[in-house]
């Protein structure tokens, strides 16, 4: 099987990493990868000024290979089909920028080789690969400043069928009143911490932090089995009607599975599923993975 090189693109709210990727055998080249800081809420221009750079250094170290296309994992709301920004809180200031078009201008590749998807998609799409091509219906989820999720048939993203949510995401599924995001991502941990002890932290590591000093252990330990159960009443429906074979969870939370991932084990063999679980941490490699398959011509 021939060599296809590709270049897989993972923006998100604060850089834009890319890789060249050899889709024979999924190889991600290491020497290729570049990320270059860039806040999302910035003018269009310092933005796109931001992901010229990135591009053209990825592409100055590819050496002679040739780049047939370039995937593209980027946030929703998004016209992943034009290519076109439509976002109006992150990266507000580039809606109705034609981002296709930019790229192609950029790296030279042809405008109909330049594919976008959601990053929860290329998560799972990346994960599904990097674990060896295995599992049949997996279920990728990424919990941070946001809830991620994708449903991954034999390593393609699925919208539609049994046990796939609206539009294949879970972040705005009604829950408790609110939506699931209001529960499993960093901004409740925050508000949950705040009400139990009074303090502020940013994000879970402001959490574990307190916790490694020894104060305010009781009050995380039922934030971390608080946690675990929303989280598993979220999932065991989608799990059971699409027959998950394995869940994977990717993103910042991961850093501190210790205290969270075997709370979630025992709720979700409580509720008879049989799928394994785990976690990624390298969730930036996972997506330009995920990323660059759009391209598997």
Not at 6 to 15: E, K, P, Q, R, W
Request: glycine share 12%.
């Amino acid at each position: 099987m021939e060599d296809i090189y590709v270049l897989g693109v993972d923006i998100g709210g604060s850089h834009i990493a890319c890789q060249l990727v050899n889709l024979n055998g999924c190889q991600l080249l290491e020497e290729t990868y570049t990320e270059v800081k860039v806040a999302e809420s910035e003018p269009a221009g310092v933005i796109l000024m931001a992901w010229e750079k990135a591009l053209k250094l990825c592409l100055g170290k590819v050496g002679e290979k040739i780049v047939r296309g370039i995937g593209v994992a980027i946030p929703s709301p998004f016209d992943f089909v034009q290519g076109v920004a439509m976002a109006d809180h992150k990266f507000a200031s580039l809606k109705g920028l034609n981002i296709r078009e930019e790229f192609c201008r950029v790296s030279g590749v042809p405008a109909s080789n330049i594919l976008f998807t959601n990053d929860a998609a290329a998560f799972g799409m990346g994960t599904w690969r990097l674990n060896g091509c295995k599992d049949r219906h997996l279920i990728g989820v990424t919990l941070g400043t946001g809830f991620g999720a994708c449903f991954i048939v034999d390593g393609c993203y699925v919208t539609y069928g049994s046990g796939v949510p609206v539009g294949g995401e879970l972040w705005n599924y009604p829950f408790r009143g609110g939506i699931a995001e209001d529960y499993v991502s960093t901004r409740w941990f925050e508000k949950r911490f705040g009400e139990l002890t009074g303090e502020k932290i940013q994000g879970v590591k402001g959490m574990i932090d307190f916790y490694q000093h020894d104060r305010f252990r009781t009050e995380t330990d039922r934030i971390f089995h608080e946690f675990a159960d929303s989280f598993g009443e979220i999932m065991v429906p989608f799990m059971k009607r699409f027959q998950a074979d394995r869940l994977v969870i990717g993103g910042g939370i991961v850093l501190s599975e210790q205290y969270f991932l075997p709370l979630i084990d025992r709720y979700m063999k409580a509720e008879g599923i049989k799928a394994s679980l785990g976690t990624l941490v390298d969730t930036t490699s996972a997506i330009i993975t995920g990323a660059a398959a759009l391209c598997e011509f």
